[in-house]
Structure formats: structure tokens, C-alpha cells
């Protein structure tokens, strides 16, 4: 690798420490698969819970270390843009190399899938009993994979990337779509922001409809909703939000919203959006593990989820539309788009 950038090893470390937690997890969680029986008193039965104890603990940290994984993603590929020559933001590295996008799109999915195992972990701690090893022994054994293909693929794009060569940047690129379908645009754009809209605020409303009274079906409903809602929002976001930030109606990049000449706007923006589908797929798929004689606890953690998914998809909203907001004062009311 011959980016020694300070944010490129954070980087790669936090991916080595979120793989590593997660790898170990999960061998934890084949021994729990194939010995794990909670009626037995055994003293390797007891060996085992407390293994399954600490298995909760690199899961929780190797969930965060992963989240923070992705967010210096970010930041390294717009730290590294100031030294590759056409590059304007990240989207100038991220699209020097062929594995960059992929290794971005690893990323976010590793990161969403490690929050959600988190979630479970973090409900299962309130449980007394050890009735959901096993079901958190599998998901941990299908999440660990992504967090391999993650750091696999960001050291293939790293050691790939190339600073001598000449980017194509978001201006070039995306710009150029955009100026050559500026009418054609306009139809998918006020689509993805009434889709956008309609999913988020369903979002918002479910989500603190089940804060108040928890619902297994109406939990798996909202975070199906939230599946939807967070493409759905990541679209409204690049079509309509980014240009109203830049003030230009056919600049489309989400990347340039981690800019400062933006306020950095794209990180609590982004940064919402993550942790509220987390929390809300969190409290969907803890609804799928419920039995009876935990049904009141998880009563309690639902409700917390939903809150904190109701608080973050709302964040999410406001942050939206202060670009938005600013331009019509700015512009007394004047139309960004032809």
C-alpha cells in the first residue's frame, strides 16, 4: 500500500479491528451452534456462556469500529482527492480506481449489517435467559463475511489506487449528465422526493407510534419501510438536495456535501440516515426473535429503538431541508430549476 496517509491507516485499522472482533465472534458462535444447549448445568456449559458474554462485547465494539470504518472511508478518499490531479471531492478517488465504488458500497452495507447486530446483542443483554444464543450465533456467522469482503476490498482499492493519474471528477462526470438531461431529470427528481417524503415521514410516524406501544408486526413493517426509505432518501438527497446546497441545479454529488464549503452538511445529514435505519432495523429484527417470556422486555428495548430511529429519520428531515430553505431566502422565492 503507498498511501500512508494518516486517515488511510485509521482506516485500515479500524477495518482490521471491526474484522477481527467480528471474525472472533463468530467462531465463538460455531462453537455455540454446535454445542450450546441451555437445559444442560455442565461446567463447559458455563465456559460457553461466559464465552457467549464476551462474544457480545467484540460484536458491540466491532460494530463501531466498523461504523467508524465507513465514516473514514469518507474521509480518506476526500483527503486523498487534494493529491490526485482532477479530483475534486472523494468521488474523484473513489472513481480513479475500478474497485473504489465497490469498496464504497461494501462498506456502507458491512456498517448497516454490523448496527443491526449490534441491536440484538444489545437486546439480548437485557434478556436473563440464554434463549437467543443460538439465533445471534447465525447472524453473527452472516455478518462477519461482509466485514472480511470490506477490509478485502479496501485494501485491493487502496494498494490500486493510483496519484499520479488524472481523475475524472463529479464535475465532469455528473455535471455532464445532469446539463444534458436537464428536462428529462426533472420528472425523476420530483418522484424521488415525493417517494422520499412519503417513506420518511411513514418512517417518523411508525416509528413513534411504536415507540408508545410496541407491536411485533407493526416493528417489521416499520423497518421494511425503512429498507425503502433509506435509498429512496439517498436519491432525494443527490437529485434535489445536493443541487439547492451547491446552488447549482445540475451538480448531483453527494460527496461534495462533506465539503466545508457546504458546512460539512453531508455528515450529520448521512450520518442520521445511518443510525436511524440501523436502530429501526434493529427493533425489526429483535420483533423476530420474540417469545413469550421476553415479550415485556422487549417491550422496553423496542420502544427505545424507535425513539432514537424517530429522532434520527426527523434529523435527517431538517437537514434536508435547510438547503432548501436557504435558497428560497436567498433567492426570494426564485425557482433553482429551469
Same mark, same amino acid.
Given at each position: 500500500m503507498q498511501h500512508l496517509e494518516p486517515w488511510v491507516v485509521l482506516r485500515v485499522i479500524a477495518g482490521l479491528v471491526a474484522t477481527a472482533l467480528l471474525v472472533r465472534a463468530s467462531f465463538t458462535a460455531l462453537t455455540v451452534i454446535r454445542k450450546f444447549d441451555v437445559m444442560r448445568a455442565t461446567e463447559g456449559q458455563l465456559a460457553l456462556e461466559r464465552r457467549v458474554e464476551l462474544a457480545a462485547t467484540f460484536v458491540r465494539v466491532g460494530a463501531v469500529a466498523q461504523v467508524v470504518a465507513l465514516l473514514l472511508s469518507a474521509l480518506a478518499a476526500d483527503k486523498l482527492s487534494r493529491g490526485i490531479r482532477g479530483a475534486m471531492c472523494a468521488y474523484g478517488t473513489f472513481s480513479s480506481s475500478p474497485w473504489g465504488f465497490r469498496a464504497l458500497f461494501v462498506s456502507v452495507l458491512a456498517a448497516l449489517a454490523a448496527g443491526t447486530l449490534a441491536q440484538l446483542f444489545a437486546f439480548d443483554a437485557r434478556v436473563r435467559s440464554m434463549d437467543l444464543a443460538r439465533p445471534l450465533a447465525w447472524a453473527t456467522i452472516a455478518v462477519a463475511p461482509l466485514a472480511v469482503a470490506d477490509l478485502a476490498l479496501q485494501v485491493v482499492f487502496l494498494s490500486d489506487l493510483d496519484l499520479s493519474v488524472v481523475a475524472s471528477c463529479c464535475s465532469v462526470q455528473l455535471d455532464a449528465v445532469g446539463s444534458a438531461r436537464a428536462v428529462t431529470t426533472s420528472g425523476p427528481r420530483a418522484l424521488s422526493v415525493i417517494l422520499a417524503s412519503i417513506a420518511g415521514a411513514s418512517c417518523i410516524a411508525l416509528a413513534i407510534l411504536c415507540a408508545r406501544r410496541p407491536r411485533r408486526a407493526l416493528a417489521v413493517i416499520t423497518g421494511a419501510i425503512a429498507c425503502v426509505a433509506l435509498p429512496l432518501g439517498m436519491a432525494a438527497v443527490i437529485l434535489q438536495v445536493a443541487p439547492y446546497a451547491f446552488e447549482v441545479p445540475q451538480h448531483h454529488c453527494p460527496f461534495c456535501l462533506l465539503r466545508g464549503d457546504v458546512a460539512y452538511v453531508?455528515?450529520?445529514? %448521512?450520518? @442520521?440516515?445511518?443510525?436511524?435505519?440501523?436502530?429501526l432495523f434493529g427493533a425489526a429484527c429483535s420483533a423476530m426473535f420474540v417469545r413469550a417470556n421476553v415479550k415485556d422486555t422487549w417491550a422496553g428495548f423496542a420502544s427505545s429503538r424507535f425513539k432514537r430511529g424517530a429522532i @434520527?429519520? @426527523?434529523i435527517c428531515a431538517a437537514m434536508c431541508f435547510v438547503p432548501i430553505a436557504r435558497w428560497a431566502i436567498v433567492s426570494n422565492g @426564485?425557482?433553482? %430549476?429551469?
Open positions: 453531508g455528515y450529520p445529514l %448521512f450520518g @442520521a440516515m445511518l443510525l436511524g435505519a440501523i436502530w @434520527a429519520w @426527523a @426564485a425557482s433553482l %430549476f429551469p
